[in-house]
C-alpha cells in the first residue's frame, strides 16, 4: 500500500537556526499538507499546496515557514529561524483528484528546539 | 466547517463491540463526516468516510442518521491495538484543512 514517507523522524536544533523537514506524497496525489502537533495537544492544520502552490494557510504559517515541492516527490517545510515554541511532530499529509477529502499522513518528524 | 463534540475518552475490553458517538449539529449539506485514528507520536490514521446511513469496510461502520447531526463509528471486536485516540471530523471536502478537535481516547483493556 502507497504511503507518505518523512525524514528526518526526529531533528534536533538550536533556537535561530533553519530547518528543513521533508515529505515524499504518495505519488500520484496532487495536493499536499503540513500539520503540526504540540506535545498532548491538537492536531493543528499549517498549509496545504495544489499546482505548485499555497492554496490555504493557518495563523501559524507566519513568514518563518515556507514550503517548497523542489522536483516531482518531494514536498518540504522551511522553518527560517526556529524558536522554541515550534517543537512539535510535524506531519505532512497528501490526497489524490478522485477523493481529495481523505488524507494519508506520513509517520512525522518530531522537532526540538533548544 | 461544522463543529464536532465527542467523548473525551472511552474504556473497553477486548472483543466487545465500541460505539463512538459524535455530534455535528450544524453539518452543512455538502459536509461529509471522516474519522482518523491516532497513535501515540503517530500520524493521524483514515478510518471511514461516509455521507448518510451505513458505510463500512474491512475496519469499521459508520452509521450516520438521516438528519446527520450525529454519526457513530463501530469498531467490531476491538483488540488492545485499538487502543488510540478517535477523531471526527466534519468538512465538505472542497475545504483543504482538516480540523481535529480532542477527539476520543479509547482504551481497551485485556
Known amino acids: 500500500e502507497p504511503e507518505v514517507t518523512q525524514t528526518p523522524s526526529h531533528q534536533v536544533t538550536q533556537m535561530g537556526q533553519e530547518v528543513i523537514l521533508r515529505c515524499v506524497p504518495i505519488?500520484?496525489?496532487?495536493?499536499f499538507y503540513w500539520y503540526r502537533q504540540i506535545l498532548g495537544q491538537k492536531v493543528e492544520f499549517l498549509v496545504s499546496?495544489?499546482?505548485?502552490?499555497?492554496?490555504?494557510k493557518s495563523e501559524i504559517f507566519d513568514d518563518q515557514f515556507s514550503v517548497e515541492r523542489p522536483d516531482g516527490s518531494n514536498f518540504t517545510l522551511k522553518i527560517r529561524s526556529t524558536k522554541l515554541e515550534d517543537s512539535a511532530m510535524y506531519f505532512c499529509?497528501?490526497?489524490?483528484?478522485?477523493?481529495?477529502?481523505?488524507?494519508?499522513f506520513g509517520p512525522g518528524t518530531r522537532l526540538l528546539v533548544l | 466547517l461544522a463543529k464536532t463534540t465527542q467523548p473525551i475518552s472511552m474504556d473497553s475490553y477486548e472483543g466487545q463491540e465500541v460505539n463512538i458517538t459524535c455530534s455535528h449539529n450544524n453539518i452543512a449539506t455538502n459536509d461529509y463526516i471522516t474519522w482518523y485514528q491516532q497513535f501515540p507520536s503517530q500520524g493521524p490514521r483514515f478510518i471511514i468516510q461516509g455521507y448518510k446511513t451505513k458505510v463500512t469496510n474491512e475496519v469499521a461502520s459508520l452509521f450516520i442518521p438521516a438528519d446527520r447531526k450525529s454519526s457513530t463509528l463501530s469498531l467490531p471486536r476491538v483488540s488492545l491495538s485499538d487502543t488510540a485516540v478517535y477523531y471526527c471530523l466534519v468538512g465538505d471536502g472542497g475545504t483543504d484543512k482538516l480540523i481535529f478537535g480532542t477527539g476520543t481516547r479509547l482504551q481497551v483493556f485485556p
Open positions: 505519488s500520484n496525489h496532487l495536493y
Open positions: 499546496f495544489y499546482n505548485n502552490e499555497i492554496s490555504e
Open positions: 499529509a497528501s490526497s489524490g483528484l478522485a477523493d481529495q477529502e481523505t488524507q494519508y
